[in-house]
């Protein structure tokens, strides 16, 4: 144990030397002032993406100070937009992007067993699952669900390659960065849900769902729909951070223990970390569906009482 406990502090020193001596990232020295443990400053900067947001930094400082920003301010925005997690989702984006203009180009009428086909079986899959969730006509919405699912599966298993950081399970001290990620693809979720049911029934129609029946409560319903709206987002946001985010940390100090101890415990982890990198991207998109397919839901029963001249049921 002894033994052990010397090699932890190595670990632990080697990551305080190199902290001191790459000086110019603001952001880490910052977090670690403020509670992160060197042992997580070491990890992080022992990362691929760690020295490219440093040298974007550095560059993005000079051209916003060329363009009239004091120092210090142009050092600030440039940390603030290159922190790691950032250059790790840009990194993603670009690759998705790529990946779906390679596979475009090697798409054929007759799907091979090659990685265009592989690719054509994923979206077929990902539609009919749109049309499951969400009823006839739910197809249409299956580019945005797709596009969803392929995103968070792919942020959620960067943080199981050494040497990247997951997008959305980032995090360093006080500094909960992945958050930020999670936070914008539930923002974007539950916006493109309130598109496509405006789309589709109209504002006014939209606006009496809010009110509820009778009409005489609207001053109580729409304070409640309205928390409840917000509710959404925010719980979207969270349990997809918090299950990554965990998990990430949980391997990050198996794969320690590997370095020190020669326990390779970090393998069954990881096996286990890719299932539920599918597992959240699948219930995130799950209940994004399910959202549509509530506001569709309520119209088309409002539709049908007006249809055969039945009462609307009484909504609190």
Request: glycine share 10%; charged share 15%.
């Amino acid at each position: 144990m002894t033994g052990l406990a010397s090699l932890a502090s190595a670990v632990v020193s080697a990551g305080q030397v190199q902290a001191e001596a790459e000086g110019p990232v603001a952001g880490h020295a910052a977090a670690t002032e403020h509670g992160s443990s060197a042992l997580e400053l070491w990890h992080d900067q022992h990362t691929i993406l760690y020295p490219i947001a440093n040298g974007l930094r550095e560059l993005f400082t000079g051209i916003f100070s060329a363009v009239g920003l004091p120092h210090d301010k142009a050092a600030d925005l440039a940390a603030t937009l290159f922190q790691p997690f950032a250059v790790s989702t840009w990194f993603m984006c670009i690759a998705l992007i790529v990946l779906a203009l390679v596979v475009r180009k090697r798409l054929e009428f007759v799907p091979r067993k090659n990685l265009a086909g592989f690719m054509e079986l994923i979206v077929d899959v990902l539609r009919d699952f749109a049309r499951g969730a969400i009823g006839p006509g739910g197809e249409q919405h299956a580019p945005f669900i797709a596009s969803l699912f392929l995103f968070i599966v792919t942020a959620n298993w960067m943080g199981l390659v050494p040497g990247f950081l997951s997008p959305v399970g980032a995090s360093s001290g006080d500094a909960l960065s992945g958050l930020n990620t999670t936070a914008a693809l539930a923002l974007t979720a539950i916006v493109y849900v309130h598109y496509v049911t405006i789309r589709k029934i109209g504002i006014k129609t939209y606006l009496k769902h809010f009110a509820g029946e009778p009409i005489w409560l609207a001053p109580v319903n729409v304070p409640i729909h309205i928390i409840g709206e917000l509710a959404r987002p925010l719980s979207l946001a969270v349990r997809l951070f918090g299950n990554i985010g965990g998990e990430d940390k949980v391997l990050h100090y198996l794969a320690i223990l590997l370095f020190l101890a020669a326990v390779p415990l970090h393998v069954p982890m990881t096996i286990f970390g890719a299932f539920t990198g599918v597992l959240q991207a699948y219930v995130f998109t799950a209940l994004t569906c399910a959202y549509i397919a509530g506001f569709l839901a309520h119209h088309d029963e409002e539709h049908g009482h007006e249809a055969h001249g039945e009462p609307h049921p009484v909504r609190s």
